[in-house]
């Protein structure tokens, strides 16, 4: 598309969730990306899951399409969708039904597992329910990954080993939401695989400096190394893709996602989560792989852009 044809493009970032400084981290970054590249857009910060509020904020910037920054909770949920496309504007990544799914760790790993991925075997928790006995059967032995069930960049997440921690494992992630879902620890290694126009992008390996890649070893400089692309042989990269396209599509997804994956020590690929709006700056994870290809920060923009408009000839 020529540039002139994406219109007027608001990059939607910030947002009323625990994401909030992240998701000005990449709307910024891609805001400069399009302006850079000759798109007339608008920064706009979400301030408020309000319904109206939102309508009104997006109506007055009489926009054609929308770029969407934002992460966690109103972002990558389907709320901001379904107000865009009540509005009837186009806009980047997943719809509605697929964000929703994908945000959902709990119902998105059934899907997983219902699709013949393997998963993690896990066990899911209320907060009301915990709290009026705080009783919890452990089915699963340990080490156990606790983490909130709808919640990204490992927010509110631990690691237990032991039967003593898990209370405050599970009292931090009740911090974040009403419902937790707890996991089996698969020994092995970290990796992570981008979808792009239906296609997988080339693996990551993640290899935090910290005990598992947390929220600070993500955003801090220096604590996780990435190998980009992996150092896997063809057959197991292969097979990670595949594993990745496969969640991407039983999810429904659209435009674009990221993976995370853990290759076990008998090199079987189980998926973690699907995220539907990864990190978006020029060092995050999707556009490391983009670049891997020939695809640059700024052009892998436009392609999102170009791919929202092809959503709503679908």
């Known amino acids: 598309m020529e540039m002139k044809e994406f219109g007027r493009v608001g990059v939607l970032m910030g947002g009323p969730s625990s994401e909030r400084e992240i998701s000005f981290k990449s709307g910024k ?85 219902a699709g013949k991925l393997y998963v993690p075997r896990s066990q899911s928790l209320g907060r009301s329910a915990y709290n009026k006995n705080k009783d919890f059967k452990n089915e699963l032995g340990f080490p156990l990954v606790v983490k909130p069930a709808n919640h990204g960049s490992s927010i ?21 939401d009403e419902r937790i879902v707890i996991e089996e620890y698969i020994p092995g290694r970290e990796l992570t695989v981008g979808v792009l126009d239906e296609t997988a992008l080339p693996v990551i390996e993640i290899v935090p400096k910290h005990k598992f890649f947390d929220f600070e070893a993500k955003y801090q400089a220096g604590l996780t190394d990435y190998i980009v692309p992996a150092a896997l042989d063809e057959k197991a990269a292969r097979k990670v893709q595949q594993a990745a396209l496969e969640a991407h599509k039983l999810l429904g997804c659209f435009g674009c996602s ?57």
């Open 29 to 113: 970054a891609v805001l400069s990306a399009l302006r850079d590249s000759g798109v007339e857009a608008a920064g706009i910060d979400i301030v408020t899951d309000n319904r109206e509020d939102n309508i009104r904020l997006l109506d007055s910037y009489n926009l054609d399409c929308a770029f969407i920054a934002l992460h966690g909770r109103f972002g990558e949920d389907g709320a901001i969708q379904e107000i865009l496309e009540q509005l009837n504007l186009p806009y980047t990544g997943s719809g509605v039904n697929a964000s929703r799914l994908a945000m959902d760790k709990i119902g998105a790993l059934r899907i997983f597992e």
């Open 156 to 176: 509110g997440l631990s690691i237990v080993e032991f039967e003593e921690a898990m209370p405050a494992a599970i009292s931090l992630a009740f911090q974040f």
């Open 258 to 314: 990221r993976t995370d994956i853990i290759l076990s020590r008998d090199n079987l690929s189980y998926v973690l989560e699907t995220n539907t709006i990864p990190g978006m700056t020029s060092t995050s994870l999707l556009p490391k792989a983009a670049r891997i290809i020939g695809i640059d920060f700024n052009r892998l923009c436009l392609k999102l852009l170009e791919l929202a408009y092809e959503k709503e000839k679908v």
